[in-house]
């Protein structure tokens, strides 16, 4: 499949042509101005909130190769393609919003990107147990996400309601992406660059999808996360790869969790690097 750098090996995409996009510039992340009267009388802007710039590890020159591909689609990434020993954290959902992992996000500067879906984000329906056992803790607001999003973690889109989108037609998968993409523009000030489907599993509608949204890459992962740090491997030597994208779920007790995990990696003599400006590169 042509643009396509590693499936991740628990994703079942649906066969058909997967093309890299022209290079797009990150926009920077920034929060949503609130007109005020000014002394005139007229609205002014309030001042964007400080937003703490991205942590983590940034590429050195020519140390990542190039997300092969042509057509217009989004790449689909599921591992960056550098022999550095890198890696990367993104974690899912929102359903528990554990207030410990925001302080740790912000006060050790760690790198992760979030990829928030409304219905966990809002408490409808009923959380989803894959990643582990789920509960509402603090759901129904924002004002988590904004908290990360100042702490200098970047808030992706991963839809409204979290469907198989493989089984929904290109209307209603645009629905569910460009919905998700103008509500965090809306709650966070900055719409979605990156783009991470449900399970892992989309086709071609999805990606002319994406596209039509804003996204100019569909991020899949590597390696699952599970509860108490353990890393569930999708290779047989069950080691880190350099490259990899590790795959975190908003679950109870992810602070420690977390704080485990970030011990492991760096241990294992692994860096935690900075995704947007590595996905940057590799489309360079």
Known sequence: MAGLVVLAASCAPAR???????????????????????????????????????????????????????????????????KRKVVFLTIDDGWEQDPGFVQQVRDERVPVTVFAMRDAVEARGVPDQAGGTARYVGAGKWDYFRQLRDAGAPVESHTLTHPDLRTLGYAAQR????????????ELGRRPELFRPPYGSYNTDTLRAAKSCGMDTVLLWSATVQPGGK???????????????????FRPGLA????????KIKRRGFALGDLRAYLDAAKS
């Open 16 to 82: 058909g042509p997967v093309t890299a996009p022209a290079t797009l510039t990150a926009r920077p992340h920034g929060g949503e101005s609130t007109p005020s009267a000014g002394p005139t009388g007229r609205p002014s802007p309030t001042p964007t909130p400080a937003v703490t710039a991205p942590p983590g590890v940034k590429p050195r020159a020519g140390e990542v190769r190039t997300i092969a591909g042509s057509g217009g689609l989004p790449p689909v990434v599921s591992m960056i393609p550098t």
């Open 231 to 249: 890393i569930a491997y999708q290779v047989p030597d069950k080691k880190l790869r350099p490259g990899d994208i590790l795959l975190v779920h």
């Open 175 to 186: 629905r569910e992406i460009c919905g998700s993409a103008q509500l965090l523009g809306k």
């Open 256 to 263: 420690h969790d977390f704080r485990v995990l970030v011990n």
